[in-house]
């Protein structure tokens, strides 16, 4: 388990890296599962190694939403200013990305 995590660790110290020096407008966890995502493919790392870590994370990922879930509560003022655009902006970009995905569904059963 301790390599497991050495491994995701590494990848996002890595990514960490990656993005400060190149100045990536990318966060960095997102570059990091790339990362994993790919060593994966190309089979420098072995699923094994990663997977009992990414059980557990998984298992634990609710715990991942507390503290921005609990750092929104200041800014509750705020948000209820903007809760108009807010609300817009969501279903705007729902039906924008449902709205894809239905014509590049339909594009991939026409072209197989």
Do not use: N
């Amino acid at each position: 388990m301790i390599q497991g995590f050495a491994i995701i660790f590494l990848l996002l110290l890595t990514s960490e890296l990656l993005v400060r020096s190149l100045s990536l407008p990318f966060p960095s966890s997102v570059i990091g599962l790339l990362l994993l995502l790919l060593c994966l493919q190309i089979g420098v790392i072995k699923i094994e190694w990663v997977k009992s870590v990414s059980d557990i994370l998984l298992k634990h990922l609710a715990l991942f939403f507390v503290p921005p879930g609990v750092g929104l509560m200041l800014y509750v003022d705020a948000l209820q200013q903007s809760a108009l655009a807010i609300m817009l902006a969501w279903v705007i970009s729902t039906l924008a990305v449902m709205a894809t995905v239905a014509l590049l569904q339909q594009r991939l059963e026409k072209h197989p």
